[in-house]
């Protein structure tokens, strides 16, 4: 499992130009669940990035996590972060996992991040969106778990 963190001063997602959800100051995720992610991974990422000091504190450091901030976050699915790109000029996604088990790991996530006390929007899983953010910093952190 992926994750690609943007701390973001807003965001919003849109599909056929509807606003879909829209958070002030956060976190920006973009996840991308790999062939045999288990829910123990979701989990563990989800708590990672509900505690990741990467706000900034008083002194202007690294201090602050989104919990600590009262942040929100918004969270897109986005298979194409385990795009293959290492032959040919075309990406391929066989690392990707499958879109039922994907949307399943994707809201268990999502889950998991409320339960840590975080306001979470999404985006539409399988649907083209636009996401528009406004990153601030710019911060962008990349997780594996």
């Known amino acids: 499992m992926i994750a690609i ?21 956060g976190l920006l995720i973009l996840l991308g669940v790999r062939k045999g992610d288990t829910e123990d ?22 201090n602050l996590s989104i919990l600590d ?12 972060l385990l795009a293959d790109t290492t032959r040919g000029r075309r990406p391929s996604f ?3 996992e499958e879109p039922e088990r994907a949307k ?3 809201e268990f996530f999502i889950e998991q991040l409320e339960r840590a006390g975080l306001v979470v929007q999404d985006g539409i899983f399988g649907e ?4 528009a953010l406004d990153n601030n910093g710019p911060v962008t952190i990349i997780m594996e778990e």
Do not use: W
Request: charged share 25%; hydrophobic share 40%; proline share 3%.
């Open 94 to 96: 066989t690392d990707a």
């Open 104 to 106: 399943d790991l994707y």
């Open 69 to 80: 901030i009262k942040g929100q976050a918004l969270v897109v699915s986005q298979f194409t």
């Open 128 to 131: 083209r969106m636009v996401v």
């Open 5 to 25: 963190l943007q701390r973001v001063l807003k965001a919003k997602v849109t599909v056929n130009e509807k606003p879909v959800s829209e958070i002030g100051p």
């Open 41 to 62: 991974q979701a989990r563990g990422l989800s708590q990672r990035c509900a505690n990741l000091r990467i706000f900034e504190d008083q002194d202007g450091k690294f």
